[in-house]
């Protein structure tokens, strides 16, 4: 395990606080590495979500519409 000394904001510390007191954590450096782990899974690694590689399935499994011209494509929208 790494330690690490960090200068927080006042509002930083706040929030620590809340989620620190909201999961019934021991101390703040849980709340350090449960905000982490939520930055990963939410920010860093959104193409291994199931519901992310569910959606690309389904995108993929679609038919696109042809249009000839510009116009076609505008007729279709405004009736869509």
């Known amino acids: 395990m790494v330690q690490a000394f960090v200068n927080l904001s006042e509002n930083a510390n706040k929030v620590l606080n809340i989620l620190k007191a909201k999961h019934a954590l021991k101390d703040k450096s849980e709340a350090i590495n449960m905000m982490a782990k939520e930055y990963q899974e939410l920010i860093l690694e959104p193409e291994l979500r199931p519901e992310y590689v569910e959606k690309l399935i389904q995108i993929k499994k679609q038919?696109?519409?042809?249009?000839k011209s510009v116009a076609e494509l505008r007729k279709h929208l405004e009736n869509a």
């Open 63 to 67: 038919k696109g519409i042809k249009f």
